[in-house]
């Protein structure tokens, strides 16, 4: 999770949705500067009499504007699309093929490449992110675009997400394009902790050996803080205050260095320059990379299956489909699945890489018996929200010049540096154990991943959220009268899984999710915890200082049992606890289990080579054999960088060329 909608006052949304609905600002912002130079303002200008200066000073600004709305779009940095073969008998042969250019899947067929000598095919179902990707403030316009992402939804399941509308599946979204997640995702970026990867008891990841690929990363990423506005730092400091009260601190260490106790609002962003640096643009849109002539990119491919050799024990290559045309590529070396949690494991499946029973279910012939789709994790998380009762100074009064989609918001951008309203915003979390809030002894248990002021008169976050319409209707109600303070609680470590299955043959269709979010008792009394710790909040002097009090959305199902019953709440997760788009583990990194489809077993090994198939690496989130502790983003770059350097070590480890040129 992570991403914060910008909760607007109505007037201003519906002034601007129309705008972000219909693709980009970008054609607006031609006509705007079209307009002003080309025909009315400029000629206007021309009739006034000036000695010159003014009217070469206002032309400027047009200029100024032009090219710096230019520089923004400017799409030529990435790779040139590479065609696949007309004749479609004829079959190309890499080094490498990498299925996937998203958050690790970028940075392997990058860090490949940069090895002149090996040729890499890069194949991506998705096209280049839009512009509103690279802003921050506009992403969340593209969070609902089949175009960019994959919108799939899981098996309904009485226990979970009820509150979602339509057919109450809980949602498992996912990026679709050049930088994958990456590209549309709330940006923040967080390492995890030392624990987290002690849990993982793989050789090779621990904590410190985790670190080298960390950095390498983060040189090149360089994330930075978003600047929050006065509004957000007056809300920070009243949840520093409450907070403090119940014995829970302020962060002392940085996030970034994998501290995990407290409260902090200095979240590191993958913003550089104002701008989105998803691993995607940064390691594929410079001139050192697309000039590689040994680097091929197709985009708009979409991979059917690996290829394996006759008794399936070595990857051959893929078959992948552009425009409905299936085309064949094939490897000396290996294939590198970076599909991502679900798409990974599909194309496992597909290859006859799985669970003996499941694909005999499809007829496909098994080659390697390996719980692949087992192990599905996700964070999840769960809404609470806090009506404000009393002015104390935190409240939705909008200082105009904060509005990012003021035309002199984004002036502000495009002509100083991409900074202002446009590119600022605020995420604050807290890491807390819930059975005793002001204890840092051990980990953590609870993620309070973000507090969003959601203002009066705006039009709230069910609907983004795709709640029912008339939960929608009902927060929309609550704030005509008030300011609501949204707080969404995270389980750390789930213990609740769920598995991914084919739903056809047909690799076109998307997987069949098995959700089981809130099922496992551990994970309700987590839950639980949360509700009472912010019960707990908002009785502290600092919170009643704001009247803030609990608004619990109207559900019929859980009005009738007593209020504040653990009943209750119970009911209540059933309604809300729902995806957090954090989906990991489904092709597991795990010795072999024999047996029983090895259902606690692993999927790869700690070099992330599948188990009993040569040449064939999984390198994406799906790996992780737990939820690290925190936004997956990180550990799903960092995870690219391993990769691409276990690929290269074994190269080297084989006597083959591993000079740079
Ligand atoms: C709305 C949203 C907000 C999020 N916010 C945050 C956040 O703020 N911080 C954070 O840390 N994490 C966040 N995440 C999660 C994070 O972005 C993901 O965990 C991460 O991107 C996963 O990386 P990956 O490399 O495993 O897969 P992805 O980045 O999903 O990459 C997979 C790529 O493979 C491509 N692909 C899939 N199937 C095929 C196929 N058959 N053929 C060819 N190409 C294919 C896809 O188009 C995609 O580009 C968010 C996710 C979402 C959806
Ligand atoms: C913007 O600049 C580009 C490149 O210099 C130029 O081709 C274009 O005509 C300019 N557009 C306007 C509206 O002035
Ligand atoms: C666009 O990017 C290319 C490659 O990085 C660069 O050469 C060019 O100058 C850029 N164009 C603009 C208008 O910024
Ligand atoms: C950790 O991994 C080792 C080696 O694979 C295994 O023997 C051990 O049982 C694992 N420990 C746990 C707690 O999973
Ligand atoms: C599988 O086939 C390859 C040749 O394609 C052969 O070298 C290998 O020994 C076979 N492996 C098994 C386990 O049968
Ligand atoms: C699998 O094959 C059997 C026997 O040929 C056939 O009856 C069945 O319909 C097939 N199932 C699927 C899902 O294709
Ligand atoms: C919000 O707080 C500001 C600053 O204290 C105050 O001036 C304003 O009246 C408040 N507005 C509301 C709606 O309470
Ligand atoms: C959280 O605190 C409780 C109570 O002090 C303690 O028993 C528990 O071990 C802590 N949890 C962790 C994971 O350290
Ligand atoms: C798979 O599904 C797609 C989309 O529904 C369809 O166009 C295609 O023909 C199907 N392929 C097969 C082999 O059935």
Redesign the pocket.
Known sequence: MGHQRVHKPRTAETRTRSLLLHGSLWPLL?LF??CS??TSVVAQLFSVDSSGLGISLMQSV??AL??SS?ALANNTAWPLQHEPPDDRSEIEQYDYIVVGAGSAGAIVASRLSELCQVKVLLLEEGQLPPLESEIFSLTAALHHDERYMYLEEAVPNPQCCQAMASTHGCVWWHGRMMGGGGAINGNIYIPGSRDSFRRWNSTGWDWMQVQKSYSRLQQRLNPSYLQPNRLNLKLANLIYAGSAELGVPRMKQPLIAGATFGYTHHVPVTVNQGRRASSGRVYLANDQVNRRGNLKVIRGAQVQKVLLNANGTQATGVIYTVNGMEHTAITSGEVVLSAGTLNSAKLLLLSGIGPRKELQRWNITTYQDLPVGRNLQDHGMMPLFLLFGSNCAVNSTRDPTEDPYAPVSVAQYLLDNQKGPLASGFYMMGYINSSAPSSSRGEPDLHVVAHTLLPKGSTGSFGYLGFRPELVQAQQDILQEADLLQVMGSLLRPHSQGRVRLSSKNSTDQVKIENHYGEALQDQQTLLRYVRYIQKLSNTRSFRRCGLRLWLPPLDECDVLAPDSDDYWLCYIRYFYVGAWHSVGTCRMAPRKEGNSGEDGGVVDERLRVHGVKGLRVVDASIMPELPAGNTNGPAMMIGEKGAQMILDDREANNEVVQEC
Do not use: F, K, V
Request: hydrophobic share 60%; aromatic share 0%; glycine share 10%.
């Open positions: 031609i500067i079209g130079t080309r047009a200029m032009n090219a230019l």
